[in-house]
């Protein structure tokens, strides 16, 4: 578990924080139609998985194995969002499963087609994915 997932982001449940679109319209179609289709929504317009050398495939299995391993999905919290330059976003989020949650990191970019994932990285750890400060409020 202490391994990567390159993966996506489910639903929002911190209705405070504005979510990507593309966000959105993931957590809809995963709830419609499975991690296969929340991935190609959530990969709509990216190059993420070719910079990482990887396939949609890839992460559907990822996604799949951690329902396996932690139970079903059972929403996300977003912990925060930076904007990191005009055209780039940071959101920190965790999505949580019955028996686990995974701590997430991904970036987002607005390009002509509107805002597309960047990167995504999701770990077991918190102190991996989030800055410390979000952890221990410092």
């Known amino acids: 578990m202490k391994k990567a997932i390159w993966a996506g982001l489910m639903a929002w449940s911190t209705a405070s924080l504005a979510a990507p679109q593309v966000l959105m319209d993931a957590t809809n179609a995963y709830k ?14 990216s190059v993420t998985l070719q910079l990482a050398n990887m396939s949609a495939a890839d992460l559907q299995r990822s996604f799949e194995s951690i329902e396996t391993t932690c139970g079903p999905f059972t929403g996300m919290d ?15 989020f965790s999505l949580n499963y019955g028996k686990c949650a995974l701590f997430s990191n991904a970036l987002f970019y607005k ?6 994932l960047a990167s995504v990285a ?8 989030w800055p410390r400060f979000l952890i221990e409020g410092k």
């Open 32 to 45: 419609k139609g499975g991690a296969q289709s929340f991935v190609a929504t959530l990969l709509k317009d």
């Open 78 to 92: 977003v912990v925060r969002e930076v904007d990191v330059s005009p055209l780039s976003k940071m959101v920190y």
């Open 111 to 116: 390009s002509a087609q509107g805002e597309v």
């Open 122 to 129: 999701a770990y077991t750890n918190p102190y991996t994915a």
